[in-house]
Antibody
Framework: QLQLQESGPGLVKPSETLSLTCTVSGGSISGSSDCWGWVRQPPGKGLEWIGS???????HYTPSLKSRVTISVDTSKSQFALKLSSVTAADTAVYYC?????????????WGRGTLVTVSS | QSALTQPASVSGSPGQSITVSCTGT?????????VSWYQQHPGKAPKLVISETDKRPSGVSTRFSGSKSGNTASLTISGLQAEDEADYYCCSYAGTITFGIFGGGTRLTVL
């Protein structure tokens, strides 16, 4: 069955760029959904949607992070990626990638296990 | 836009029913039947338990149900079991600028 797996550095220095990749396995990234997203969760806190990317490459971001976020997709590799620039300690969180059912729906039905990213010098 | 409002905690005994509320505004919960609910056990990824306000995904127990009235959505869990003890988050579509927002989460304790 379809599985998602996040990968990337677990430690990022303040002011640098956080980069994560989500690999979709067990099926085609294009065939199973038209939209894929990133959600984060600071330690001990709630969930926050970061943004999502269509397999066409179109993107949507949450307004509070829009100036620092870039999400891209590489269908040939069945991967989509997150870049968050100018990070601070407030960006320390578990980052999840997820399949995002968007059109007339708007929910996340399949999640990766999550990866903790700590922002610290 | 502020997070949707959920109670910090709810509790119930095995076999009982509980309801978790999720209060938004006329710009999100009140305008769209696009509320979803997620169950999260400690150290685990969230799991979808309700989509589109009241639809139960395949494989989710029939003890979980969703509803909405005005700007408030609700998740009801009937016949509480120990395994239901977890954090629960609501999420709503909020239009073409904000797109989507989560609630702050509710910790369910099974007594």
């Amino acid at each position: 069955q379809l599985q998602l797996q996040e990968s990337g550095p677990g430690l990022v220095k303040p002011s640098e760029t956080l980069s994560l990749t989500c690999t979709v396995s067990g099926g085609s990234i294009s065939g199973s959904s038209d939209c894929w997203g990133w959600v984060r969760q600071p330690p001990g806190k709630g969930l926050e949607w970061i943004g999502s990317v269509y397999t066409s490459g179109a993107t949507h971001y949450t307004p509070s992070l829009k100036s620092r976020v870039t999400i891209s997709v590489d269908t040939s590799k069945s991967q989509f990626a997150l870049k968050l620039s100018s990070v601070t300690a407030a960006d320390t969180a578990v980052y999840y990638c997820a399949r995002h059912l968007w059109t007339y729906k708007w929910y996340f039905d399949l999640w990766g296990r999550g990866t903790l990213v700590t922002v610290s010098s | 836009q502020s997070a949707l409002t959920q109670p910090a905690s709810v509790s119930g005994s095995p076999g009982q029913s509980i309801t978790v509320s999720c209060t938004g505004t006329s710009s999100d919960v009140g305008s769209y039947n696009l509320v979803s609910w997620y169950q999260q056990h400690p150290g685990k990824a969230p799991k979808l338990v309700i989509s589109e306000t009241d639809k139960r995904p395949s494989g989710v127990s029939t003890r979980f149900s969703g509803s909405k009235s005005g700007n408030t959505a609700s998740l009801t869990i009937s016949g509480l079991q120990a395994e239901d003890e977890a954090d629960y988050y609501c999420c709503s579509y909020a239009g073409t600028i904000t797109f989507g927002i989560f609630g702050g989460g509710t910790r369910l304790t099974v007594l």
